[in-house]
Every structure is written in structure tokens, then in C-alpha cells.
DNA sequence: GTATAAGTTCAAGTGAACTTGAAGTCAAGT
DNA sequence: ACTTGACTTCAAGTTCACTTGAACTTATAC
């Protein structure tokens, strides 16, 4: 009854290459018993964190953070109704938070369209020299800083007065 | 009254490191005079360039994309209004399709919060076995296929019709 | 009973987007 | 004059999310 599938059947229905589950496997992002071969076998409902996986991932998370968020279900037997839908819940607000975010950006620019300045708050026509030398560094506040690439480098942090 | 800008001007208005703002050079997304001392010179629009180019990365858009939107800007003049008001159009019809896909995402989540699947369309109450096997390959329809992870491999391809 | 497909591990490679380091030049302050 | 900071180039390193390859074992098909 308890019928465990193969990486390459894990794979196939998962719309994933093989490499990528033995990865995530790895990464601790999905499970597996292992036959006497020493073949995997998982159980069925490592497709249903996989999808949440490939969902998550397109929202912008992290495989990291999607560890984290699968770290609330159990590893060795399959998860809830309750416990998959506490998961859901926690992932629709980021998803609305998203969608925020990109409505906030959209909006903005339609305000300033006529510009066609990306400033958003100061546009253009009241500010026309350099927009972004009076508000100080950058166009940074554009981006809510919440999360985008964040280089670890210390050169940013430089200043020298001298501007 | 052209009062051009160094890297680390560039660098501390756009609130970026130095060595992006050299790399996005060396990319082609803003162009640089030189000094006769061999040191860069921005014009100070390269800000805006910036600023879009930051957006557009939260966006999804990798540099290579941004720099096709890029191109349809002058080079060698600070673009006009209309110029960056035909980019700002393209880059809303952007965000719009980005916010619809997931705002899609989210609806379908909701529908199903009750069982907390991710399935969408056929939730695993109505399916409740192995609800991927019944559509084929995974839960990629979960993800419109438009963009996401799109691994370069081989190995998904192959078929056993073992399954 | 052998070919072939699918599985195993481990190390190394890939591409995107930068950063870091080395070695040296240019500019400003005292 | 000398130090300090900003700048130059170029090569190499870093992180993420995987893929690829080598060397080998297990399972399936004929």
C-alpha cells in the first residue's frame, strides 16, 4: 500500500531532472529510504513538497528558505491536511506581500508615466537636475530594500565626504 | 554645465559598489567617457539607467534583458522623455503579467487552503491518491512554464514507459 | 547470459551576477 | 615629498542551484 516510488519516477511526475531531486535530497528539502540496492525510494507525498518547492522558488524564496519552511512538516510519515494548509497559509501572505511590493512599483510608475522617470516619489519635473542626489544614496529606496541582491561586499559602506 | 560623474559618485548615488557599476559597464548596460587620466566619466543619467536596471532585477529580469530594453535608449545623449517613457510602458505591461501570474498563484491556493494541497486545479480531495500521476509530468502546470529555473538538461527528457 | 537502462557516489563544471585581490596609476592634503 | 584614497586592469574567487562526468552496481529485457 505504501508504494515508494524511484528517483527517476520521483523525477518524472515531479517534472524535475534526477540529479535534481538526488540534490534536494541532499539539501534536506525532501526524504528518502533507501532500498536494500541502496536505490532510493520515497513516498508519494515528496511530490507534493516538490511542487511547493517549484512554487516557492518562483515566488523568489530561497532553497534555503524553503527548507525552513518545510522544516514545520514531519520527515517520516506524510504530512496532514492541517499541517499542509498551516504551511499554505504562512505562503499565501508572502505571495500577497509580492504582489504588493510589484502593485507599489507598477502604480508608481503609472504616476509618472508621462515622465517616464523611474524616481516614484520625486518626480523628474519637480526635480529636474539629479532626482537621486536629493535623497541621498540612490535609487535605493525604490526597492524597499526587503530583499533583491544583496551583495555581501564592504565597498558600499564607504564614505568619503567628499560628494 | 555637463557635469560628469566617477565611478564612486555613480556608485554612492545609485547605492551600488563600485565594482557593479564597472561590471554593468563592461556589460553595456550604461555607457562612460574616459579622463585623460584613464578614469571613467558618467553622465549623470546613467542614474536613471540604474534605477531601472535595479527595478527591473526585482522584477525577474536577468541583465541580459535588461540590456535589450536598455538598447532602445541613446548612447551618447541622455535620453528624452518620450524614450524612457516608451521603456516605462513596456517594463508596466511587465510588472502587469508578473502581478497576473501571481495573483493566479495565490487564487488558486486559496481555493484549495482547505486541504492545503498545492494542486490547483485538481485538488487532492477529489484525488486524493497521487494526484500529479493523473496529469502527466509534475506540477509544472502549476507554473505557467513563462520563466522559472529552467535547467539546461537532458535528462528529463528520456521516456522508459516504465511509469 | 549478456546488453542496456536505471541506479549509486563523488568531484568538478556551469552560468549569473558580482566581489576580491594584486599590482600599479592618479589626485589631494600636509 | 610623502601619504592616503580613489582610480585603473585583469584574473580569479564566491554563491546559488543545479548539471555533468567518471567509475561502478543493480535491475530489466531479450
Given at each position: 500500500m505504501e508504494q515508494l516510488l524511484s528517483v527517476g519516477e520521483v523525477a518524472e511526475r515531479a517534472g524535475l531532472a534526477a540529479s535534481a531531486v538526488r540534490f534536494y535530497e541532499a539539501q534536506g528539502l525532501i526524504a528518502a529510504r533507501r532500498a536494500e540496492s541502496g536505490h532510493r525510494r520515497f513516498r508519494r507525498d515528496v511530490l507534493r513538497r516538490l511542487a511547493f518547492v517549484r512554487v516557492a522558488q518562483r515566488v523568489g524564496l530561497s532553497l534555503e528558505e524553503i527548507a525552513e519552511a518545510l522544516?514545520?512538516?514531519?520527515?517520516?510519515r506524510a504530512p496532514t491536511k492541517a499541517e499542509w494548509a498551516r504551511l499554505s497559509r504562512g505562503w499565501r501572505a508572502r505571495l500577497d506581500e509580492r504582489i504588493a511590493l510589484l502593485e507599489g512599483l507598477r502604480d508608481g510608475l503609472s504616476s509618472c508615466i508621462?515622465?517616464?522617470?523611474?524616481s516614484l516619489r520625486t518626480c523628474a519635473l519637480s526635480n529636474?537636475?539629479?532626482?537621486a542626489a536629493t535623497l541621498g544614496p540612490g535609487p535605493r529606496y525604490l526597492l524597499g530594500d526587503a530583499s533583491g541582491p544583496a551583495p555581501a561586499g564592504t565597498e558600499r559602506k564607504k564614505r568619503t565626504g567628499r560628494g
Open positions: 522544516s514545520g512538516l514531519p520527515e517520516d508621462g515622465c517616464g522617470c523611474l529636474p537636475g539629479d532626482w
